[in-house]
């Protein structure tokens, strides 16, 4: 089976220090990543998605970027984090036309 | 303009009886999917049900249906026989083409289920 994992948990960060989420998924080749973020008691706001090894489309303009260097592995990077940059980060994966998610990673930028 | 609308903010509804959340959406695409997952308090995001814009039948899923009214536009979620760990956010969603399968969420409705 199917499996997604995500660390850290949670995180603080301060202002301007670099950030590094990873995303791995267990049991599948070739999915389809996608990062969301959810601000507190929002929706989910899609940040990137991949098709591929190396393949990362951006969808909204911001601090972060995303990479994926190996086929079940997505990850998620900021040089220097602004506080808007706060919020529950999820990945997800796609199978037939349901996505999956990850438990999360809740980053406070203080 | 807002892809997904949710209206409901906060629902409460009595253990045992049924609720219907509220999901209206906006595509001019004539391929496209709806989703309603479920977000409990631990953050999990949980898919539930899924509907296809040809399906010719409200998707059900155990306690959950979808009911799909393709004409207005909306894509209702129903929960029969409300369970107090039915407690949660639900997030209504819609994928556009066939292309990317990128999902497009709405803002959220929060159940409470009252014993």
């Known amino acids: 089976s199917q499996t997604i994992h995500q660390w850290p948990a949670t995180l603080v960060q301060p202002v301007g220090s670099p950030l590094s989420l990873e995303c791995t998924v267990e049991?599948?080749?070739?999915?389809?990543l996608y990062w969301y973020r959810q601000a507190a008691g929002r929706g989910l706001q899609l940040l990137f998605y991949s098709v591929g090894i190396g393949q990362i489309s951006s969808e909204v303009p911001q601090n972060l970027s995303a990479s994926r260097p190996q086929d079940r592995q997505f990850i998620l990077s900021s040089k220097k984090l602004l506080l808007s940059d706060s919020g529950f980060y999820l990945c997800?994966?796609?199978?037939?036309?349901?996505?999956?998610f990850g438990p999360g990673t809740r980053l406070t930028v203080t | 303009a807002q892809k997904i609308t949710q209206t409901q903010p906060g629902m409460f509804v009595q253990e045992k009886e049924a609720v219907t959340l509220d999901c209206t959406y906006d595509t001019s695409d004539p391929s496209y999917g709806l989703f309603w997952y479920k977000q409990p308090s631990s953050g999990e995001m949980i898919f539930l049900i899924y509907q296809g814009s040809y399906d010719q039948q409200n998707a059900t899923e155990g306690r959950y249906s979808l009911n799909f009214q393709k004409a207005r536009k909306s894509a209702n979620l129903v929960i029969s026989a409300s369970q107090l760990g039915d407690s949660a956010m639900y997030f209504c969603a819609m994928r556009e083409g066939l292309r990317d399968y990128k999902l497009s969420f709405g803002a959220g409705t929060t159940v409470t289920v009252r014993a």
């Open positions: 049991g599948t080749s070739n999915p389809n």
């Open positions: 997800a994966w796609r199978q037939t036309y349901e996505q999956y």
